[in-house]
């Protein structure tokens, strides 16, 4: 039978997704001063559960407090907040849907207003303008050690709370994603060096969640189908670590790409990246990854979703009913219309918006979106009209109250 967006999904694990839609990770920065979480992110994830998707992924949820996406992320260290978890999971699964947690450690990625010595595999700085990332130390063996234990606590600390599976974060630019990059990761110990050596943390970290929870629960991971850098994390590096993966007993794979020193997950292309003809088929227009998501779901044993682009219905039934993926990850329109997967599937939309293509300045896209979010937090309408620079703005103001708060806890 054709596979829609309406077909159902089994994982290795023997869960089942109802569709083929899911709501991809997007950071909310909702938590409170002790980065717990709040009724905020209930409202927020009631309306996602309600909005039809499958499969609802949480923003990235901190093992560390001390080193953190944003100021406002959920952290997992001992910091309490239990039951303010289990109504989180509560609220986010009211309609029967799939919810996972996607758990992070930003590494070097942890802004300067959140931590001045973040760490990395290596002491290598970030390649970006301005001074919003402290250059970071390289781990010790017992930092590595540390870390993997961290996800595995929070793995189990999910599901004990009511989640119903896990996703680790391994793509964008974040910690395992440096682990994995010959860029960013010099390290001439077990964790370093061949790529073999550079996957075995992303191979523990799997390993350890597996060991915390158990064989039916689900474990996702999310991996940059490239760095797209020179000398970075390439396709070839991904088929192979994909096919580890599978070793893992991973139950879903999310192809995304890039890192904040090259935002192709967001559309942006790399230097020298041709566009796909504008004569191309509506998925290849649409969907950033999928000439790559064809190769690497090859050697995949496990389904894969991809995520970045996709907008209308017609291009990904078009590319599940071709069998390059197994599911469709939705990020931007999710931030404004939380019901678009019921919509699609009605019939009553053919497609989802491009929001970021009008917001001006485009530099102000990702403030826009969080916007977005918090106003749903909030109860609020959203604000689909918002001009960028007031988005800026609000944004700016929010982060540093935020940072304010966390300095005084
Ligand atoms: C506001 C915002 C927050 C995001 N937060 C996360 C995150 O916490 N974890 C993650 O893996 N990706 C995150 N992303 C990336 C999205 O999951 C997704 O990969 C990206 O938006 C591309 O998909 P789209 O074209 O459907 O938006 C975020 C994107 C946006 C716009």
Redesign the pocket.
Known sequence: MRVTIESPLALPCGAIIANRLCK?????GLADDMNRATPRLERLYRAWSEGGAGLV????VQVDRRYL?RPGNVVIDGNGGLDALRAYARAGTAAGNHLWM?I?HPGRQTPVHVCTEPVAPSAVALKLPGDQYAAPRAMSEAEVLDAIARFARVAATARDCGFTGI?V?A??GYLISQFLSPLVNQRTDRWGGSLENRASFLREVVRACRAATSADFPIGV?LNSSDFQQGGFSTEDCVQVVRWLGEEGVDLL?L?GGSYEQPS???VRAKGEAAPPVADSTRRREA?FLDYARTIRAVATMPVMV?????SRAAMDEALADGQLDMI???????VDTDLPNRLMSGEWAQ?ESY?RRIDPPRA??AW??IQ?MNIGDGLAPERELAGAQAIERYARSEADAARGLRGR
Do not use: D, V, W
């Not at 995520?307 to 907008?311: A, N, S």
């Not at 990850?329 to 999710?334: F, Q, S, T």
């Open positions: 991809a990770a997007l950071t909310e992924i949480t923003g990235n996406e996607q992070n996703q974060h793509a964008h999310k999310e995304s997950m967001m559309g950033y995520t970045g682009g996709f907008r990850g939705l990020g931007r329109p999710m931030c989802g970021e896209g990702l979106f969080c979010l």
